[in-house]
């Protein structure tokens, strides 16, 4: 197979670890009965070392998203987060993942608010036009609820793996608080956020309406946020799986307060946060559906408004168990996979080579290999998964990388070349597999 050339790399190269070699070895039996698989295994699971990673100078770890020069706090999360099992004997990997936990924590004092990041001040942003409270350090600053729960749950899955807590240091806690009180402020956004985003590039996705304060929205106990994990403004600025990956991070919250920090008033303080979200996701985030029944929102605004959808980023509702909200056998949860899978969807699309979730983010009829590795991730059946990792291995188009989005009628057709998040989701989905025999 003809391997495809990713454009010119900006990142100096970083030493693959012995623990990821050796993983790369262990696929070349396995999988050698599926040359093609074989291939796009050893292309993509190193592919966030080898082309997106960066160690600095102070001990902190820069991660591009593949092909803009800028680091998101939610996309260098998942970049790695397939790393994270091997990381308890591998002092390079801990190295690498470690100092990223420390650059993001760095990210957090800078501005809360803010998605992506630069690798220092140079000013750098996505667009110029942005009128919002930005900093030199700052590329965009959408607010988006996951981009602080992603910060939170790498530290928490890398200490779980690891059982080091040098990453918790003072800086670290403090960085705790800020994402405390700036939840507590986005639960009454309307009254007391100080938080404003408005692009002037004719694009109404890229903006919140009502002079960047957003739309109106009812108190619901729920975390307001301005944009979805596409990095598109909600219609309605209670995220349902936002919500959910925030409930997950303010339990793991708990577990680093009485655990690490051993504060047992922040201990309370946590759990009274999250028995709130939780409260307004339950009463106000669960649509009856005609077709399906009971099944979670999207979104909604607290006044009985709802956006009934998925998107195939993380988190979306496919995402819901990955996350840890749930478990994949939750009923609702399974309701709202069948709705996500059908038609209902507006953003399901099926076509001559695959079938599966889109965005809003790309052209109608765009499937997603993220949404169909997490589809893969997250199903109950062998036959499930094995008919996603079909569908993965048809459509790379013959680059031997995953993409963002590809038509599902012609896979040649195709978003972002190179893109470490997709790379990264399927190489987790394909290991997972085989190492469960599947391959």
Not at 274 to 284: A, N, P, R, S
Not at 292 to 306: K, Q, S
Not at 320 to 327: K, N
């Amino acid at each position: 197979m003809e391997q495809f050339r990713l454009p010119k790399i900006p990142m100096p190269p970083v030493a693959v670890p012995q623990s990821i070699q050796a993983v790369l070895e262990e696929a070349e039996q396995k999988l050698a009965h599926r040359p093609k698989l074989l291939q796009l295994f050893k292309n993509c699971f190193p592919n966030t070392i080898e082309t997106t990673t960066k160690l600095m100078e102070d001990g902190t770890t820069f991660v591009i998203t593949g092909d803009i020069p800028a680091s998101w706090l939610r996309d260098s999360v998942e970049q790695v987060i397939h790393y994270i099992p091997f990381a308890k004997e591998d002092e390079d990997l801990q190295r690498i993942i470690g100092g990223l936990i420390k650059r993001h924590i760095q990210y957090v004092h800078i501005d809360p608010y803010a998605n992506a990041f630069n690798e220092t001040a140079n000013d750098w942003h996505w667009n110029t036009t942005d009128e919002t409270d930005m900093s030199p350090w700052v590329w965009e600053r959408k607010f988006e609820i996951d981009s602080l729960c992603f910060v939170v749950r790498l530290a928490y899955l890398y200490w779980k793996e690891t059982e080091l807590t040098d990453i918790f240091d003072t800086s670290f806690k403090a960085a705790m608080r800020k994402m405390i009180d700036l939840f507590k402020v986005e639960q009454h956004h309307m009254e007391q956020s100080p938080y404003r985003f408005t692009r002037n590039n004719g694009i109404p996705t890229d903006s919140l309406r009502n002079h960047g304060k957003g739309m109106p929205v009812n108190y619901t106990g729920m975390i307001w946020s301005g944009f979805r994990s596409s990095d598109d403004a909600c219609d309605f600025h209670y995220n349902i799986p936002g919500n959910m990956f925030a409930v997950v991070a303010l339990r793991q919250m708990q577990e680093f307060a009485e655990w690490v920090f051993r504060d047992m008033s922040l201990l309370q303080e946590l759990k009274d946060l999250e028995q709130d979200v939780d409260h307004g996701i339950q009463l106000y985030g669960i649509y009856r559906h005609p077709e399906f029944g009971p099944i979670y929102a999207y979104e909604t605004d607290g006044y009985g408004n709802y956006c009934l959808m998925d998107d195939a980023g993380t988190p979306g509702l496919m995402s819901i168990p990955y996350l840890g909200y749930v478990t994949a056998d939750d009923p609702i949860y399974q309701n709202t996979r069948r709705f996500a899978l059908s038609k209902e969807n507006p953003f399901y699309y099926e076509g001559k080579v695959a079938k599966g979730i889109g965005s809003p983010h790309t052209p109608p009829n765009y499937i997603w290999h993220m949404g169909l590795s997490m589809q893969g991730l997250t199903a109950q059946s062998d036959e499930e998964k094995l008919e996603i990792i079909r569908m993965l291995e048809a459509t790379d188009a013959d680059t031997g990388y995953m993409h963002e989005g590809f038509h599902a009628d012609d896979p040649t057709i195709f978003t972002r070349k190179w893109f470490a998040w997709s790379n990264s989701l399927f190489s987790q989905l394909i290991y997972k597999s085989m190492k469960a025999g599947l391959l």
